[in-house]
């Protein structure tokens, strides 16, 4: 694989071992699958990963693109999605999600 242009993190909300945030139990974790099957089918090259708890449980689910370095906030649902992928494309950030 090449170094990817872009790097996706889903918060999972763990803290050690255990998923104690309140991303995961906002279905983060549902996000990925679609984010990579969306990444392929527009021929991004981006890679996507689950993270560890990013400490912001009252705006999650949260996402973090690098090297942007855009955090999203209430990424709930597969729209959400869809805008942030349709941002990067376009060279900026989803505004409506964006963290500030």
Known sequence: MLKPDHHILVCASFRGTEPKG?????????????????????GLNVMVSSTGCLKLCE????????????????VTNEEAVDEI???????????????T
């Open 59 to 74: 705006d999650g689910p949260v996402v973090v693109v690098y090297p942007e370095a855009y955090w999203y906030k209430g």
């Open 22 to 42: 309140k991303c995961i139990k906002k279905d983060s974790l549902q996000l990925i699958p679609y984010i990579e099957e969306e990444v392929l089918e527009r």
């Open 85 to 99: 992928l349709d941002s990067l494309e376009n060279g900026g950030p989803a505004e409506k999600y964006l963290l």
